[in-house]
């Protein structure tokens, strides 16, 4: 738990007391961990894997994050007595995850101002970039919320590569629409121009940003 961020400011003897009572799930990828209205019982950490968190409309689909290693999810509706998961949240690799009960939460942010104080820092983050979303959504075109969203997702899943930074998450065009609140084709069409421009590479549906600062440029 030391290297969850979340947890990182507990004390030792809180962080003993805490460590038992979470309890581990090996989830295989596609699979379902609760759906948008469920009630909320548990606090989910993020051992190994990637959790995509997402809202439906019908058939259509939005993606409001992808959680990994190290990431927490599900406390909204722990914290927010009475209302339920606030969105679905499924696997999209097979995971390793740290299951921790509401009243076992509820117990430890009562006796800990500072895992509060981390737990609001996240929330703030996720909140800011909600809000980015909401401006991007009113204010950008397609082709600038395509690639601001790769950029987003090389800050928060990029590894240094050999040609640049490595977005290390498999995403087919259609989850990176569903990102960006367009279609298929239209992300086909500018990852095609970004390629043939020689700023990104694609390889088996991973994503290498060649040169972040000239990506950048092409926000407008
Ligand atoms: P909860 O409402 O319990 O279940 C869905 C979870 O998805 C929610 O808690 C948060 O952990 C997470 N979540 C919901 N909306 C967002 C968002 N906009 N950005 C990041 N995480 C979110």
Do not use: W
Not at 7 to 30: C, M, N, R, T, W
Not at 122 to 140: E, H, K, S, V
Request: proline fraction near 2%; include cysteine; hydrophobic fraction near 45%.
């Amino acid at each position: 738990l030391q290297n969850v961020p979340l947890f990182q400011e507990l004390s030792q003897a809180d962080l003993l007391g805490i460590s038992p009572l979470f309890i581990e799930k090996k989830v295989k990828k596609g699979s379902i961990l609760f759906l948008e209205g469920d009630a909320g019982e548990e606090l989910f950490l993020i051992k190994s894997g990637v959790v995509k968190i997402y809202r439906l409309d019908e058939a259509k689909e939005i993606i409001l994050a992808l959680f990994r290693d190290g990431d927490f999810f599900g406390e909204m509706s722990l914290i927010s007595a009475g209302l339920t998961r606030s969105a679905t949240a499924e696997t999209l690799e097979a995971c390793t995850l740290y299951a921790l009960k509401r009243t076992s939460f509820v117990q430890y942010m009562e006796k800990s101002p500072r895992l509060c104080l981390k737990l609001l820092e996240t929330t703030m983050g996720r909140l800011r970039q909600a809000n980015d979303q909401i401006y991007d959504l009113t204010f950008l075109g397609v082709r600038s919320r395509i690639i601001k969203t790769i950029i987003r997702l090389s800050e928060q899943h990029g590894i240094p590569a050999q040609d640049g930074l490595l977005i290390n998450v498999k995403l087919t065009h259609q989850q990176l629409a569903n990102m960006v609140g367009t279609v298929r084709e239209s992300v086909t069409k500018v990852l095609q121009e970004l390629q043939d421009d020689d700023l990104i590479q694609i390889d088996k549906k991973l994503i290498t940003l060649k040169n972040v600062e000239a990506i950048k440029a092409e926000i407008r």
